[in-house]
């Protein structure tokens, strides 16, 4: 691991201050995904910006309704809110499907929606990753790909993102909350918080030098039943080859966001319309331009059918 200078912030906005002026910050708080990408020398940031003292760790009633889940509420406590069982169940299954128990009461909800991928090319730094090391290439696109994305992706990467609590929060309408290093706030809304690789993978969200999540905004509850499926290759600690999330309406309606498939949770109000046609019509919706490769083809049929599944389970 690279040594590296460190700092306790003292408020949101002196962090984001602190981290635009200091060439190589990063924040840290659980630190689960980031100390383990420092030890491989993946991330050697030369400054780390402790912000677990900021007292975000909070779960509030929204003023509009909903929920404000504070950026430092840690997994375990988010699942486990009475609030998010009963209202947001879907968003409390992601969670329990993630990780492991000691990871969920570590990990953070800013940090779990920047995790970065698993891609075995962007781990080992003897490899060409556009991610890790922009314009080297993608060693991906030859290598080998089962895991990686099959939509949303490009010509310089088809890493595909490995957050299942961001696939409930995209099907939920969350919104990010931010302070920036001028002290300055905005809000995100979760379809407009991860970008798509296009040439520059290196930018995975909308975040500004400095930016820094204070909350993340769940609208008022949905109604309905609340479903997430996960589908991988073992039956715990393991990322997803296929994840569905949905909130179905006694009448069929309702929203689906797909994870496992792309370089951000994949929703779509194309898809969404065709949720009373069935999984065929909606797989067909999300996975419009799909460029899958011979290795993750089978993701296509795989999600169409975890949707089926879904749907029986919602009518059930």
Wanted: glycine share 8%.
């Amino acid at each position: 691991m690279k040594a590296f200078s460190y700092e306790r912030a003292s408020s949101p906005a002196d962090a984001a201050a602190s981290a635009a002026r200091t060439p190589g910050a990063r924040f840290i708080a659980g630190g689960t995904n980031l100390l383990d990408l420092m030890k491989l020398e993946i991330e050697t940031p030369q400054h780390l910006i402790d912000v677990n003292g900021l007292e975000l760790d909070k779960i509030e009633e929204a003023p509009a309704g909903g929920l404000r889940i504070g950026a430092l509420v840690r997994n375990t406590d988010l699942a486990a809110d009475s609030r998010v069982r009963g209202d947001y169940a879907l968003l409390s299954r992601a969670l329990l499907a993630g990780a492991s128990g000691q990871l969920r009461n570590k990990a953070t909800t800013a940090g779990n929606l920047l995790q970065r991928t698993r891609c075995p090319y962007f781990y080992d730094t003897n490899q060409a990753c556009n991610k890790r090391l922009p314009g080297s290439g993608c060693a991906a696109l030859g290598g080998v790909s089962r895991q990686l994305a099959v939509v949303g992706t490009s010509d310089a990467c088809i890493a595909s993102h490995p957050s299942d609590m961001a696939v409930a929060m995209r099907a939920l309408d969350a919104t990010v909350e931010t302070v920036r290093a001028d002290g300055s706030t905005r809000s995100i809304p979760m379809a407009d918080f991860h970008l798509l690789p296009g040439t520059t993978p290196h930018r995975e969200t909308a975040l500004d030098k400095g930016e820094l999540i204070t909350a993340v905004t769940l609208p008022k509850p949905l109604g309905g039943t609340h479903v997430y499926r996960k589908v991988r290759d073992r039956a715990s600690y393991a990322f997803a080859l296929v994840s569905v999330g949905a909130v179905i309406q006694r009448d069929g309606s309702g929203r689906v966001a797909v994870g496992g498939v792309a370089p951000k949770p994949w929703r779509s109000d194309e898809a969404d319309a065709e949720l009373q046609q069935g999984a065929r019509a909606v797989a067909d919706r999300l996975f419009a331009g799909a460029r899958p490769t011979a290795q993750n083809e089978f993701k296509l049929l795989l999600t169409r059918r975890t949707l089926a599944a879904v749907l029986v389970e919602a009518k059930e």
